[in-house]
């Protein structure tokens, strides 16, 4: 075998691969090409998903007419000419790769005009090839069209997406984008619809509205810390709005959209103990660091970046989110060293955190100071005050005060008893229960469990577990049979996705018909229920839904062979008799009919068993009356 120099279209051709995997890595790279140009005013458009057209124009600072030519050539750029220049990064586009990844693929014309001319230029390259370069008249600016993407590597069209589904993923790309630079006026239009347009007006929070929308921009918290030279800036969900996925979090380092899980890991943990398990906040956040202390040159696409000291960063933006999540209310443990009785606590200053000793316990702050350790006391005295940001370090005598009497709590706390491996021969857990045994209904427990004395037995039942197995076992019986209930809903529920989400929804219509759901496109990033199975409350709709569309996607836009059965868990636990509901007589009465005519061993979807039965010889060894 003999080494062979590739010649320059098939190398090009290799190299496109790696920075243009699809339509919306092309529109990334442009528009990244008109924000480093300085536009206030950037409008996108695409055809079929972006391989029939993609065309980006903006009012930018243009292309000098002697450049042109030089534009589509690789490892062209004005960004930087020296090796330092690697160290003081902040453009997005540094690499001169773009016009030559992308023309290496498509088929592109060029127009540009700088201020100081009055004649525009005009350029067009046809897969790699540049074939004519000539003077135009026009606007101040650049607008690049591109058609026939990969029309000439029909290797990578086989692993492309549906045209809707492409279509999303330049919508996502768009918005990030548009997130990332609120003071620049987005357009999109998909197919000759306007799909987003944002005001540039440089505020975050308006940005958020227009791609997000009014529920969204209402549910999110300001973030603002500096320290160091480090900041963090953006929005963030309050606790109380989250969602199933992440793909409302976004990272941004000097403006440059990022993925991180080391920033995902900061965010969640920063919210973890006020949100659900299981659920996700929401969050913008932007970070704003010395160019040396990041490389933004480890990704082909540019997605990552590698810090100089994740733990400093890591910290920023924990605190930065914790703070914009707390309340400020200081702890009440503070004693005046005079009198020793209790001093005012002092008011803390903007972006210093502050705590509810009465609402947060030392198994809390432990948490927080070392994620993962169980044991309070030793994480309570492992404590180090210095770690703490500068702004928190300021009041160090009230945290030094704080930890001191949480150490105490924990040095004289007693330790909870071990628990037992072995099952109590009392307890028997979904055991099987005759259908001929009668029952009596006791009452209800906690608002969440159903005491029911049957035979020689007292039965616990777990009601949100019982429903959520009955209901579910009724509605997979419904699929099986193609005969499942329809509720027509008088006002239909609209839901506002993601455009990859939106897309998933849209593309699989049989599969949500099959399992009760009636939805239809409804105009932006919008889809319209119109019929749900009729297990299901209005106010439920929207979180079905999501959660249905996060687990059958997987990374993957078809749905899977589980996918219905993963659906109806969601539909029946969501319709299910929640725990902490009070229930009649009635109620309980017809809970427990259901389920005691099973006559088989159950448990929930998730695995939990419905009841507990405790026999009477263990209840009357309690009270001697048994040996």
């Not at 045209?163 to 790309?173: A, L, N, R």
């Not at 509205?209 to 973030?223: C, D, H, N, R, W």
């Not at 199933?244 to 990272?251: A, D, G, P, V």
């Not at 709590?409 to 009392?426: R, T």
Request: with cysteine; aromatic share 8%; glycine share 6%.
């Amino acid at each position: 075998m003999f080494i062979k120099v590739l010649d320059k279209d098939l190398a090009n051709m290799i190299a496109a691969g790696e920075v243009v995997e699809r339509p919306a890595s092309a529109v990334k790279e442009l528009c990244e090409n008109s924000v480093d140009a300085g536009a206030s005013v950037i409008t996108i458009e695409i055809r079929s998903g972006g391989l029939a057209l993609i065309k980006v124009t903006d009012n930018g600072c243009g292309i000098h007419p002697d450049d042109v030519s030089n534009a589509f050539l690789r490892h062209a750029t004005s960004k930087i000419s020296k090796p330092s220049d690697l160290d003081s990064i902040y453009t997005l586009g540094f690499r001169g790769e773009a016009l030559a990844s992308v023309a290496a693929v498509a088929n592109v014309e060029l127009y540009t005009r700088t201020q100081e001319f009055d004649i525009g230029m005009s350029c067009s390259a046809n897969f790699g090839n540049i074939e004519q370069v000539q003077q135009t008249h026009g606007f101040i600016g650049t607008s690049i069209k591109v058609e026939n993407l990969f029309y000439n590597t029909p290797a990578r069209m086989k692993f492309l997406k549906k045209d809707t589904t492409e279509s999303g993923y330049v919508e996502e790309v768009v918005r990030k984008t548009a997130l990332a630079h609120p003071e620049v006026s987005f357009r999109f239009i998909c197919d000759g619809k306007e799909k987003l347009f944002t005001p540039g007006d440089g505020i975050i929070e308006n940005a958020v509205f227009t791609i997000y929308g009014k529920e969204v921009a209402s549910q999110m918290l300001p973030i603002s810390y500096n320290d160091g030279g480090i900041g963090v800036s953006g929005l963030v969900s309050s606790p109380v709005y989250t969602r199933k996925t992440r793909n409302m979090q976004t990272f941004f380092v000097n403006n440059r959209p990022i993925v991180s899980r080391m920033l995902t890991s900061a965010l969640e943990e920063a919210c973890s103990g006020q949100i659900p398990s299981g659920s996700h906040p929401l969050g913008v956040v932007m970070l704003t660091i010395p160019a040396d202390t990041v490389d933004v040159n480890v990704h082909p696409a540019k997605l990552e970046v590698k810090f100089s000291d994740e733990s400093v960063i890591y910290k920023s933006v924990y605190w930065a989110v914790k703070n914009a999540i707390s309340k400020p209310i200081m702890p009440k443990i503070l004693v005046s060293k005079e009198n020793g009785s209790p001093s005012p606590a002092p008011v803390l200053k903007q972006n210093e955190i502050s705590y509810k000793s009465e609402a947060a316990s030392h198994k809390d702050i432990s948490a927080i100071i070392q994620p993962g350790k169980t044991d309070v006391k030793e994480s309570v005295q492992n404590y180090n005050i210095p770690n703490i940001p500068p702004p928190l370090a300021r009041n160090y005598d009230i945290f030094q005060n704080m930890t001191d009497l949480l150490r105490k709590q924990a040095e004289n706390e007693e330790k909870p008893p071990q628990k037992s491996e072995k099952k109590p021969e009392y307890m028997q857990i979904g055991v099987e229960l005759s259908r001929e045994i009668e029952y009596n209904i006791i009452g209800q427990v906690f608002k969440t469990y159903i005491l029911v004395e049957r035979g020689n037995d007292l039965i616990m039942i777990d009601q949100h577990a019982a429903h959520e197995h009955i209901v579910y076992a009724r509605l997979l019986q419904q699929v099986k049979n193609h005969s499942i209930t329809v509720q027509q809903m008088l006002t239909p529920a609209v839901i506002s996705l993601t455009p990859v989400e939106k897309a998933f929804a849209l593309q699989n219509i049989e599969f949500w018909a099959e399992i009760g759901f009636e939805i239809e496109e409804f105009g932006n990033n919008d889809i319209v229920v119109r019929g749900v199975p009729d297990a299901i409350e209005f106010g439920e709709i929207a979180g079905v839904i999501s959660e249905i569309i996060s687990s059958a996607m997987q990374n993957k836009m078809s749905v899977q062979p589980k996918s219905k059965e993963t659906a109806l868990y969601t539909v029946a636990c969501r319709a299910a008799i929640k725990a902490g509901k009070h229930m009649t007589y009635a109620e309980m009465e017809d809970l427990a009919k259901q389920l005691f005519a099973i006559d088989k061993t159950i448990t929930c979807p998730h695995g939990r068993p419905a009841w507990v039965a405790l026999d009477k010889q263990f209840i009357e060894k309690q009270f001697k009356r048994i040996k």
